[in-house]
């Protein structure tokens, strides 16, 4: 593409993309193929253990179950252990109006890749089939004491500095619009790859800690969950990073903080090509974050 933030790329011609909730989509419909029963709006307060199986508490009724797997991304688990290993991040996007053939021209962006930059904070964006771009990432916000709401969903300051990370990248585009704007959260854990767990002796089993590489990743972590659920020794249970956890945060108020100065750093990193501070340093030196 043509862009003044980039000296070079590399193209990944093995990789694919897909519209995620045309995924869950069509997940949803194979499953009532198979006569699964979903039933959405019907959130899970509470877990109680019987002899030989799980009563799951909603505010309407209770479920019994002989097996559960759990996957609640980066809302707040029913096992409360897990809040020490997984903090909700939200990441905010902006889609731009359609453009024409001439702004297209400008950019020289004529296919549909999904790009991406090498930043420690990074920006990702494709083309849609209506022609419009999707752009997004940067800032990874969390909110004190794990916060999880609708409303956290709008913010108006991120929306504004990927709004000028836009034009700085594409300057020929300035003026186009933007007409959608939203963001969502993501569960975060300190090495930034899932981890898994098993609670009330094998009953239960749990995937968390995705960081963003769900999409892809959460169908080896389900296969993984069914595993631990059969009580099965395979290639997959065996591996390290399924039977070790991620290094805890630490509780509020010191949560927030330390987040907070990670964002920082990293930030600072990008300002100076690249260069770690001594936190940073720490951290990879620990395995934690990316270089985990």
């Known amino acids: 593409v043509h862009s003044p933030s980039y000296l070079a790329a590399v193209h990944e011609p093995g990789c694919a993309m897909l519209n995620p909730a045309r995924l869950a989509w069509g997940l949803k419909k194979a499953c009532l193929q198979l006569g699964v029963k979903i039933f959405e709006g019907t959130p899970v307060t509470a877990l109680e253990e019987k002899r030989e199986s799980l009563i799951l508490k909603t505010p309407h009724g209770q479920v019994e179950a002989r097996r559960v797997a759990l996957a609640t991304n980066a809302f707040p688990p029913l096992l409360k252990h897990l809040n020490l290993f997984v903090v909700p991040v939200y990441d905010y996007v902006l889609m731009t109006e359609p453009l024409s053939k001439s702004q297209r021209d400008s950019i020289g962006w004529h296919g549909r890749e999904g ?3 090498d930043g420690n904070q990074f920006h990702y964006y494709h083309i849609t089939p209506e ?6 990432g ?3 916000i969390y909110y ?7 409303h956290l969903e709008n913010r108006p300051a991120s929306f504004g500095l990927l709004a000028e990370h836009f034009f700085q990248t594409f300057p020929t585009l ?3 619009r933007f007409t959608h704007a939203w963001g969502g959260v993501i569960d975060t854990c300190s090495r930034y790859t899932a981890f898994w767990g098993k609670a009330y002796g094998g009953k239960l089993t ?4 995705y960081t963003g590489l769900g999409v892809g990743a959460s169908r080896f972590g389900a296969a993984v969950m069914l595993d631990l ?7 997959r249970t065996e591996l390290q990073m ?3 956890k991620p290094f805890p945060f630490p509780p509020e108020p010191f949560r927030s903080p330390i987040i907070n100065f990670t964002r920082w750093s990293l930030d600072q990193a990008d300002r100076n090509q690249g260069k770690r501070n001594l936190w940073l340093k720490t951290l990879d030196a620990l395995g934690l974050g990316f270089d985990s």
């Open 229 to 235: 659920l059969d009580g099965k020794k395979t290639e």
């Open 115 to 117: 790009l991406a930059d």
């Open 206 to 209: 749990y995937a968390m800690g």
């Open 138 to 140: 940067y800032d990874a």
């Open 131 to 136: 022609g419009r771009i999707l752009f997004g």
């Open 144 to 150: 004190r004491n794990n916060g999880v709401a609708p």
């Open 242 to 244: 399924v039977k070790s």
């Open 174 to 176: 300035t003026g186009l």
